[in-house]
């Protein structure tokens, strides 16, 4: 087992105890979250998410899973750039998350990235927007990213990373602890929303390097496996990307 991040015990004590923390506390932010993420999203707005899955290789006609799908961010892109959709399938443990997507013609279903409800080499691409820190496993996660993509299929995960340099990561500590539940909390109304995003930095912080998560994703049998850093958003967006050997 390999955890994203070591256990956060000022909201949870254990494994359990975080999954029914994090999937309450996406439920009841659903119907701010996209507002918010407008307002704050750092540029990871729609131009860079058709980007990151543009540099992975998604292609017109791929069938793709987004797995954490939430409201839909990610998928919208895969949309566009498949041109059906029916050929896109979002996965994600909160319902709430899922009622509050604008997703017309795509499928949408309850499940965990540790446990795909679809069979075998089902997905010709897989993605996974900023969701990698809220999974309890991620050795289980990427095998079954593995199982369920098509030989030669490819994946693109989306992540917030910390920048390298002491000053920045300082400035965006301020930032997404300080700053932005102050604003979610005047966007969104809600003090869950403002807890959502304090809790979404401190799981940027304590997130295993950039260095184990491209191990892990070797180990689950993935080839050409690499970071991009989207230098045009401060060094603060990166995509990991690899192929299932096919």
Known sequence: MRAPHPPLTDYYADEDARRRFVGALFDRTASDYDRIDRLLALGSGPWYRGQALQRAGLAPGM???DVGVGTGLVAREAVKRVGDAALVVGVDPSLGMMAAADLPGVRLVEGRAESI??????????SMGYALRH???LSAAFAEFHRVLRPGG???LLEITKP?????RALLKAYMRG?????????GGSAESARLWRYY???IEACVPPAGVIATL????????RRHVETRALSILAEYQAVKPG
């Open 63 to 65: 069938r793709v899973v």
């Open 117 to 126: 409800p679809f069979p075998d080499a089902s997905f010709d691409f897989l």
């Open 135 to 137: 999974i309890g496993d």
């Open 154 to 156: 490819r994946l693109c």
């Open 164 to 168: 390298e340099r002491a000053w920045s």
């Open 179 to 187: 700053a932005v539940p102050v604003l979610a909390r005047l966007v």
């Open 201 to 203: 930095w401190d799981t």
């Open 218 to 225: 070797e180990d689950a049998g993935f080839l050409a496996v």
